[in-house]
């Protein structure tokens, strides 16, 4: 607690209003310049006004996310290979009441869940996060956007099929993750191509993020021989400087490669049926920045 009530009020709300940001924009450092910028519009409000704080800081928080939403899309056209959200790390053991919420706030924001995202509009993502990952019922949702609770529902009813139609079937048990990942590791930095075949779908993919500033394929890989010839010949956890350390990001369990203690690479698995689905790696330097904290 501060001497200032209407710091006070923010900081209680200051999570949640990240989750949404985060959501919204798959980017660590733009949701926290949302949330930023929110914070400012807080700080010079009218507050005697304000009946419910977080109902005005959630309204605040998504107009913003938009606008910024609008911006990062432009940029995206020039993005050099794949593109995949920055990491994220959650604890969803900790902060969630129960399983449920816990697997709803995992699927909501996972990495599988934020590509598909990337292809929503502004808006139909807004209703999406709010709705889906938060429970804000469409009455609810369509003052903070200035809409009509029918445009809303519509929002979302798009937004939800197009989401479900193409969002990837995972395994989501930790401990089959776990065991899978460690097995993963093993056979590729063990060189066994035989062995981490087997542990790969026939249609797997691999999707790595660079944004052309570290070394990784520009375009997506498939099928198990060309992923694990490609993770056999790239992967050495014998290099020197290299450490390598377990992590939960974006609701599931990832693994961290730091070299000489700087975030180097975050490689995180789908699983479904026991084998690996989507190999997902993550290379960009300006993403990992967060993880050095």
Known sequence: MTADPATDVFEENRP?????????????????????????RWSRADRADIREPRAY???????????????VHAR???????????????EFGATAPDAADRAVLADTVSLAVLVVLESLSPLERAV???HEAFGYPYAEIAPLLDREEPAVRQLGA???RHVEERRPRYD????????????FLAAASGGDLQQLVALLAPDVRLIADSGGNAKAPVRVLYTADKVGRFLVAVTDHT?????????????????????????????????????VTTVYILRNPDKLRPLSR
């Open 57 to 71: 800081l959630v309204r605040v928080t998504t107009r913003l996310a938009i606008d910024r939403l609008r911006q």
């Open 158 to 160: 798009r937004a939800r």
């Open 16 to 40: 949640f209003l990240t989750g949404v940001a985060y959501r919204m924009l798959g980017r660590v450092a733009d949701a926290e310049d949302v949330v930023q910028d929110a914070w400012l």
């Open 239 to 275: 290099a020197p400087g290299l450490s390598v350390e377990f992590l939960e990001v974006n609701g599931g369990h990832a693994v961290l490669l730091r070299r000489d203690g700087r975030p180097d690479t975050v490689l995180q698995l789908g699983i479904a049926d026991g084998l």
């Open 172 to 183: 989501v048990d930790p401990d089959r993750r776990r065991d899978l990942t460690e097995r």
């Open 76 to 90: 995206a056209e020039s993005y050099v290979g794949p593109w995949l959200p920055e990491p994220y790390v959650t």
């Open 128 to 130: 999406f996060v709010l």
